[in-house]
């Protein structure tokens, strides 16, 4: 059946060549407009909110999965580990088990989450500024492949806990004194920031040389992690000269080369249509070369590359569907459209000024597009999802409003404000679909009470 679409010429988005192609970044590639309704890995969006309820969170399984692939494919001789913080759910570790990925954790309970399901602790790295001791031992026990050390009591600490029989593998977190990323809150790589050892004022090579004398601890390589959302690969290459200068100097100044160097995540997404994004490819075609050039000046051997991106693999599987639950005008006439989620589940907007776009689903609507202000159902002025959205003029209670590039640092962030709960999160794949979280209810709210 040929599907033909009203065209409005305010609305080209909605001419009858968009129909059934793929809709493009922001969106996963299976995204296809059907009529007023748009289907992500064969599902109606539409379905899945009748069925599961809103706010509800779409999560492709086969986009995540080919993005975890392009990153081995892209990188074939270094270590890819999936950055747990930007999503992580049973499923996720299953899959990227299954795909050939390592994890790079950053709490007991990801570590927990990642162990009950059975994923090798060796292929996990654990990271943190602040780990308490029940989280060290924790690792220690488990047999975590690598530990980013990140202060210096933590290195006497974690030699304390770790076996004489068998070392403790572990990173040194360097900062390289490199600016990058979205937003201030996010840029670890320079110096005043409570993560890692400055490279600045010897801190980071003193590091090294305490991890260096516990003979319980052995040194595997360096770490660094500049920031998120770094579109271009111009800091990871100055991130590059900078760490090998440091593997240059510990190998003069201890006689020790060490084999591997992990340069951390912050690959960019599209959060919009047209905003670039950093993919696998462009970073390997620019990184290996750069690594390869700067060690033969210093005569060090190319050590395995390490990366853990997060958002670039899990951000643009996530579609968050919301239902429209009110729309009103104000005086000086911005239209606000609230839907049934917000900052509880998306702080990123509140917390970053980040940029999503909204699309209306479910329904076609003949209406010009017209600006909206898309807010949330939490008791702040701040709840603002989408400040500058497009949406027909007909927008009205009822309607579903799809958001994608959903995938990371939303469910993850998400939180008990107002107690509005945290929404199910459903996986779609070939047209079938299947609930991997069940929404957060007053029971389980409830279920937290002593008293
Ligand atoms: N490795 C380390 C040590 C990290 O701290 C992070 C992110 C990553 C890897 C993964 O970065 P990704 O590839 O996902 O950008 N909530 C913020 C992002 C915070 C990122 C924290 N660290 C946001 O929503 O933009």
Redesign the pocket.
């Known amino acids: 059946m040929t599907v033909l679409a009203p065209v409005s010429p305010k609305n080209p988005d909605r001419s009858p060549h968009a129909i059934g192609a793929p809709l493009g970044a922001p969106w996963p590639a299976s995204a296809r407009r059907v009529e007023g309704d748009i289907l992500v890995g064969g599902v109606s969006l539409a379905d899945l909110a009748a069925r599961h309820g809103t706010a509800v969170y779409v999560l492709d399984e086969s986009e995540v999965r080919t993005r975890a692939l392009a990153y081995r494919c892209a990188l074939p001789n270094a270590t890819v580990l999936y950055?747990a913080?930007?999503f992580l759910c049973g499923a996720m570790v299953r899959w990227m088990d299954d795909d050939g990925l390592g994890l790079?954790v950053?709490s007991g309970n990801e570590l927990g989450l990642a162990l009950a399901q059975g994923f090798p602790a060796r292929r996990i790295v654990m990271?943190g500024n602040a780990k308490s001791e029940a989280e060290l031992d924790l690792a220690v026990r488990s047999g975590v492949g690598r530990i980013?050390v990140d202060s210096f009591s933590e290195i006497a600490h974690l030699a304390a806990l770790a076996p004489a029989d068998e070392p403790q593998g572990v990173y040194v977190?360097v900062v390289p004194g490199v600016a990058a990323g979205?937003?201030a809150?996010?840029r670890?790589g320079v110096d005043d920031q409570q993560?890692g050892f400055p490279l600045s004022g010897g801190f980071a090579a003193e590091a090294a040389s305490r991890v260096l004398n516990q003979p319980h601890l052995r040194l595997e390589g360096l770490?660094c992690?500049l920031?998120?959302?770094i579109s271009q690969v111009e800091p990871f290459l100055i991130a590059v000269d900078r760490m090998v200068e440091l593997l240059s100097t510990l190998r003069d100044r201890y006689g020790i080369i060490l084999p591997e160097l992990d340069l951390?995540?912050?690959?960019a997404i599209a959060y919009r249509p047209g905003e670039p994004a950093l993919d696998p490819a462009r970073y390997a075609a620019a990184v290996l070369p750069r690594l390869a050039a700067r060690c033969a000046e210093h005569n060090l051997p190319v050590p395995r590359l390490v990366v853990?991106?997060?958002?670039?693999i899990v951000?643009p599987a996530g579609v968050a569907l919301y239902r429209v639950l009110a729309v009103k005008h104000s005086p000086s006439g911005h239209r606000f459209v609230a839907v049934d989620g917000g900052m509880s589940d998306n702080p990123?907007p509140a917390?970053?000024g980040?940029g999503y776009t909204a699309q209306l689903v479910g329904r076609f609507s003949r209406e010009p597009l017209q600006g909206a202000r898309v807010v949330g159902r939490h008791c702040e002025a701040g709840d603002v999802l989408v400040p500058d959205a497009l949406l027909p003029e007909d927008t009205r209670p009822g309607d579903l409003l799809a958001i994608p590039a959903a995938g990371?640092?939303q469910l993850s962030?998400s939180s008990g404000y107002n107690m509005v709960g945290r929404p199910p999160l459903v996986a779609v794949r070939d047209g079938a679909e299947r609930l991997l979280l069940r929404r957060e209810t007053l029971e389980d709210i409830l279920r937290r009470e002593i008293a």
Do not use: I, N, W
């Open positions: 950055a913080k930007a790079d950053c990271h980013v977190r979205h937003h809150a996010v670890t993560f770490h992690h920031g998120s959302q951390g995540g912050g690959h853990e991106p997060g958002r670039a951000g990123r917390l970053y980040a990371a640092y962030m």
